[in-house]
């Protein structure tokens, strides 16, 4: 059974980082499309990057193209997402999801997913 822990959330000010990991266990993450989600209270789920399995080619949500970075270390198993200049409007919670295929295909597998909260 595939399994994802998203860690790294917390409170931030406007115009701070952080560093979201997506930890996985139980799978090799290498062959897995990563993608990054978010919700906000009253908000439907929006994708928010993902970074594929086969040519790690990397994609994002319009509202955080240049100020988000995905990456993933397969040595480690992780998948990070690295917000800089952070909204208010990017305070929700975020989750990992693993898909054996694309990034456009429906993923499978969720993590718990790990507030984030961007206030001064």
């Known amino acids: 059974q595939v399994q994802l822990v998203e860690s790294g959330g917390g409170l931030v000010q406007p115009g701070g980082s952080l560093r979201l990991s997506c930890a996985a266990s139980?799978?090799?993450?290498?062959?897995?499309?990563i993608g990054w989600f978010r919700q906000a209270p009253g908000k439907e789920r929006e994708g928010v990057s993902c970074?594929?399995?086969?040519?790690?080619?990397?994609y994002y949500a319009d509202s955080v193209k240049g100020r988000f970075t995905i990456s993933r270390d397969n040595a480690k198993n992780t998948v990070y997402l690295q917000m800089n200049s952070l909204k208010p409007e990017d305070t929700a919670v975020y989750y990992c999801a693993a898909e054996r295929g694309s990034c456009f295909a429906p993923f499978g597998s969720w993590g718990q997913g790990t507030q984030v909260t961007v206030s001064s």
């Open positions: 139980r799978f090799t993450l290498d062959y897995y499309a």
């Open positions: 970074i594929s399995s086969s040519d790690g080619s990397t």
